[in-house]
């Protein structure tokens, strides 16, 4: 019954290797659930409720992904956007983290609408690949940042804005030995590699007194500090649809791109390298978005992990339904969660930066005119503090550059539209 619901035998593959696909693909990504609510707690979200929420947006997704769209792909709240949610939206805006909420619930529903009525391709091909490779490059950079701050290697100065921190102190040391430790693992081709580091430093930490083991095993966190908390009505301010924008293009770019990669991975691609049943598998993305807003978390997405498991040999929705039942096995670890501290993830979100810059070596930087726009996209949203703002500069410095250099013919109608938007955002508002 199994292999026919999930039709394994024509996919050229086994139960036993979707299971281990599975497996696999939750080891690699399993870091989201400590990292995640680490990140979110900093907007003043109780962490335990975002454990909770962080982890049930991840089983339905998976779930939705698995048993619906049939694809060995699993999802979970993304790294990026959930540091753009605490410290572009709630630190850098100001605004509290159920307004927050609020655009990452309606991000989802304008996901879902654009998957209904098939309007994902004319959005994704409206912007061109040059730009996606600058804005997840950007968002890595952000990361990075982020990550360098939390741990005390990067700090302010009132003449030069940042400096080196003490290097010396713990926190900074356990900061470089995990990120080397990651990398090294990950060269190796250790799964895992992320989740180990984390789970090293923090022994390390224990070892060294700068930490209190607080125990193993416990029923789930409670939802109520975080349970449809979400501020509808403080969304629908105009100044939130830069945000709720900026939401929902890299959500959609992050599902698309990751759904092709490991499509074409797995040899799941039609004859005309399409995937079928996108829509369902977009579908699937944007459920879990407005239902982990309405849980307590930010914008849920396909993670590109999800590779290795397809490089274990999964090939269908049971590898996304064996990761889903070992995410609802880690509810009940939330005080070892809770024990980790910032400098522990950090490793992780500068080895995300890593990933997530890898696209600038597909950038044409003979071309000023796609090299100058990609230069500012990726500056800006560090410097800024805002992954708003550089994909705002890096729409409208795009245009300008191919009108004034006789390549107009390159921009598509939704260039058009969305550089006017954010013009008309700095304009008026």
């Known amino acids: 019954m199994i292999n026919k619901f999930f039709d394994i035998a024509n996919r050229g593959s086994t139960i036993k290797t979707e299971i281990i696909a599975g497996i696999t693909t939750f080891l690699t990504m399993s870091y989201i659930i400590v990292l995640n609510p680490d990140v979110l707690s900093m907007a003043g979200m109780d962490k335990g409720a975002v454990f909770t929420a962080t982890i049930i947006a991840a089983i ?179 100044a939130m649809i830069g945000v709720i924008f900026a939401f929902l293009f890299v959500d959609l770019f992050d599902t698309s791109g990751t759904l092709i990669a490991v499509a074409h991975q797995g040899n799941m691609l039609d004859k005309d390298g399409n995937l079928p049943n996108m829509k369902k598998a977009m579908t699937a993305d944007s459920v879990a978005t407005i239902v982990g807003a309405s849980l307590g978390t930010s914008t849920t997405t396909s993670f590109i992990e999800s590779g290795s498991g397809i490089s274990a040999g999964g090939r269908t929705g049971l590898t996304a339904v064996v990761a889903a039942g070992l995410f609802f096995v880690a509810l009940f670890f939330a005080p070892l969660v809770s024990i980790v501290p910032s400098y522990a993830t950090a490793p992780a979100l500068l080895f995300v930066a890593v990933l997530m810059s890898a696209g600038l070596a597909k950038v044409d930087w003979s071309d000023l005119t796609e090299a100058v726009p990609v230069l500012i996209t990726v500056l800006m949203m560090p410097f800024t503090f805002s992954i708003v703002q550089g994909i705002a500069f890096g729409f409208i410095s795009y245009v300008v550059m191919k009108l004034f250099t006789g390549k107009a013919s390159s921009l598509s109608s939704g260039m058009y539209v969305v550089s006017a938007l954010f013009i008309a955002k700095f304009v008026f508002l």
């Open 60 to 238: 339905v997704g998976s779930l939705i992904m698995g048993l619906y769209a049939n694809y060995p792909v699993v999802l979970a709240p993304g790294v990026g956007l959930s540091a753009f949610f605490t410290f572009g939206v709630v630190m850098g805006m100001g605004y509290n983290w159920e307004i927050a909420l609020g655009a990452v619930f309606f991000s989802g529903i304008f996901f879902l609408l654009i998957s209904i009525f098939k309007l994902r391709q004319w959005v994704v091909e409206s912007i061109p690949m040059t730009l996606r490779y600058a804005i997840a490059a950007g968002i890595g950079f952000f990361l990075a940042l982020i990550a360098l701050k939390n741990s005390g290697l990067v700090v302010d100065h009132p003449a030069t804005f940042v400096t080196l921190g003490d290097v010396t102190r713990p926190e900074s040391l356990l900061t470089l030995f995990g990120l080397l430790m990651i990398a090294i693992l990950a060269y190796r081709k250790i799964i895992g590699a992320v989740m180990i580091t984390i789970i090293a430093i923090t022994v390390i930490a224990l070892m060294m007194g700068m930490i209190e083991f607080s125990g193993f095993m416990s029923m789930p966190p409670s939802l109520e500090p975080t349970y449809m908390k979400l501020d509808i009505a403080g969304a629908f301010d105009i």
